[in-house]
DNA sequence: TCTGGGGTCCTAGGACCC
DNA sequence: TCTGGGGTCCTAGGACCC
């Protein structure tokens, strides 16, 4: 068996752990640049406001509404995640941290020891929120896929107390009836579109349609996999891990600009930024790279064509994940990609072809007799940031004009709430 | 004025190799 | 005249996820 656990509307509840009066009261949570909604409280749910609904046009109902508006606060989110996660890692044997609010765990054997199952979760559920104050729901079952969609009936139904465990055919039948197809885990729009007009309505329609079609329509083994999954069969276990957390096999760091670019030098410090970002994010992980894509974007909402966006990717002569070397080819590629007169609203840095660290093959043509050099500032590096702050130490190519407080390319956060968890000056004061 | 960011997997076609 | 078969690697594009 496997659990899907889920946290409820994880940004707003984040806010409301630290402001507890907002409890009942309507939230939505913005993207980076305060651009637009990207998490909902059930309340903002059901006043209409949907995912990815730009700011600037609904301002005024949200006003109107009265909703609780918050800047996206990653310090605060991404530390509450890990809360969560390391409890239940400490409650099951086989965790997969599947996004910064839900994780997968495999129960497979668990039976024999804290059955049945729903108590067990139930149990987690109880003290995920009493150790976090984060409100969850589980669903149990026998296939990852299956697990989802008692998932989002376990939260669509009130009733179930947040939990639902489909342990029997029966049950599985039941709970495939009530769930439109688009609801599935891996059906998206394009898909939906497809399956409503070959007539299939529900989950259970989809779980009887043949190998062959669903093949043919749903992407190839993709599609296969996910109507065997509906059915009961295995297709995919957890995915491995040492610690929960994914190793990546590409990393990226991008952000649409506070405000249009078009100096070289603002664009090319934006570039800087985000390729120091993503190579931090790179030695975490403990690897280098070979491949480094840079793209550069236009706005894509006025009247010219497209394209929107350029891009080009370096083959780097080894794999390599120091943030100097990394730099001098990132500003390579923005010299290439640069068009005078054009004014940029987004940049992108991406590493692919990863590969762990230290173990990377010397290339032929250019020995690098410093590499332990450069291992070891960088960890100097990372360790001077983790310790005392993001950006204490940084490269002067990131950094525009002199003495000023942004950057050009960032962007607002008008309503971001503290770091209650992350930093010494937020803690949440209680008079 | 203002429209997010970070991922995954699969397929198909072309170049190239033996 | 005849015009293989099997493999890899790379890229572009398309779908999906949160």
Request: hydrophobic letters at 40%.
């Amino acid at each position: 068996m496997f659990a899907l656990v889920d946290c409820n509307n994880f940004y707003a509840s984040c806010e409301r752990v630290f402001q507890p009066r907002l409890e009942g009261q309507p939230i939505v949570v913005l993207s980076n640049n305060d651009g637009c909604i990207i998490a909902r409280s059930n309340e903002a749910k059901v006043l209409g406001f949907r995912m990815g609904d730009p700011y600037f046009q609904v301002k005024h109902d949200l006003l109107a509404s009265n909703v609780c508006v918050f800047s996206s606060n990653y310090a605060l989110y991404g530390d509450m995640s890990r809360r969560v996660m390391w409890y239940l890692a400490q409650q099951a044997p086989e965790v997969e941290i599947y996004s910064i609010d839900e994780a997968f765990l495999d129960l497979h054997g668990m039976e024999k020891y804290v059955a049945p199952l729903d108590t067990f979760a139930r149990t987690l559920r109880t003290n995920i929120k009493k150790r976090t104050g984060i409100p969850t729901c589980i669903g149990i079952a026998p296939t990852k896929t299956l697990a989802k969609l008692a998932n989002r009936l376990a939260k669509k139904m009130p009733d179930l107390g947040g939990v639902l465990y489909l342990d029997t055919d029966e049950k599985c039948q039941w709970a495939l009836a009530q769930v439109g197809v688009g609801d599935v885990w891996g059906i998206g729009r394009q898909y939906a579109a497809k399956l409503a007009a070959a007539g299939l309505v529900t989950a259970a329609d989809l779980a009887g349609c043949s190998d062959a079609w669903a093949r043919k329509q749903l992407g190839g083994v993709v599609g296969a996999r996910l109507v065997q999954e509906l059915r009961g069969r295995v297709c995919q276990g957890l995915a491995p891990s040492e610690d929960g957390t994914l190793a990546r096999q590409s990393i990226s760091c991008s952000r649409t600009f506070g405000q249009p670019l078009s100096a070289f030098n603002d664009v090319l410090a934006a570039v800087g930024a985000f390729t120091s970002r993503a190579a931090e994010k790179l030695r975490r992980q403990g690897d280098a790279t070979h491949l480094m894509t840079v793209y550069l974007s236009k706005n894509r909402y006025g009247l010219e064509p497209p394209p929107y966006s350029c891009s080009t990717v370096l083959t780097l002569p080894v794999a390599m994940s120091d943030t100097t070397q990394l730099l001098r080819y990132a500003r390579m590629a923005v010299k290439k990609l640069w068009q005078a007169n054009s004014v940029y609203t987004k940049a992108g840095v991406i590493f692919d072809g990863l590969e762990p660290l230290g173990q990377t093959q010397l290339s032929l043509f250019e020995p690098a007799p410093d590499t332990g050099k450069r291992e070891r500032l960088m960890a100097e590096l990372d360790a001077l940031n983790r310790r005392f702050g993001k950006n204490t130490v940084r490269m002067a190519t990131t950094l525009v004009g002199r003495g000023k407080a942004r950057a050009p390319w960032e962007g607002k956060a008008q309503w971001c709430s503290p770091a209650y968890t992350t930093r010494l000056e937020d803690l949440l004061q209680v008079s």
